[in-house]
């Protein structure tokens, strides 16, 4: 599983990472079929607020990618909004891998 986390407009940290990481440690005890994942955080300046974070992030699945996005005032708060996001839709990937495992013919037995 290859794992990247990167910056835009922003540097990152050993602490940033190591807490992405221990975020997504949640995603990979729930599903092992993980192989790619993608961080992306950035610091964006809007007008309507002084400073707007937002994480990003994609991952390879057996039969699929997820993408979900985040954004905060605090980057910390973001990552942990993105990582709820990817939870919830792996449990939706894995509900529906396991019922395409189970065939019709076998429910009506």
Same mark, same amino acid.
């Given at each position: 599983? $290859?794992?990247?986390? !990167?910056?835009?407009?922003?540097? +990152?940290?050993?602490?940033?990472? $190591?807490? +992405?990481?221990?975020?997504?440690?949640?995603?990979?005890?729930?599903?092992?079929?993980?192989?790619? +994942? %993608?961080?992306?955080?950035?610091?964006? $300046?809007?007008?309507?607020?002084?400073?707007?974070?937002?994480?990003?992030?994609?991952?390879?699945?057996?039969?699929?990618?997820?993408?979900?996005? !985040?954004? $905060?005032?605090?980057?910390?708060?973001?990552?942990?909004?993105?990582?709820?996001?990817?939870? %919830?839709?792996?449990?939706?990937?894995?509900?529906?891998?396991?019922?395409?495992? +189970? !065939?019709?013919?076998?429910?009506?037995?």
């Amino acid at each position: 599983m $290859n794992l990247t986390i !990167s910056g835009h407009h922003l540097e +990152v940290t050993p602490a940033l990472r $190591n807490y +992405v990481s221990t975020k997504l440690d949640r995603l990979w005890r729930r599903f092992d079929q993980v192989t790619d +994942v %993608r961080v992306l955080l950035a610091i964006d $300046n809007k007008k309507e607020k002084d400073l707007r974070q937002r994480a990003e992030c994609t991952i390879r699945v057996k039969g699929a990618d997820l993408f979900a996005e !985040s954004a $905060n005032q605090d980057l910390y708060a973001a990552v942990d909004e993105l990582v709820d996001k990817l939870d %919830r839709q792996i449990i939706k990937h894995k509900d529906k891998l396991k019922t395409r495992a +189970v !065939s019709p013919s076998k429910v009506l037995m």
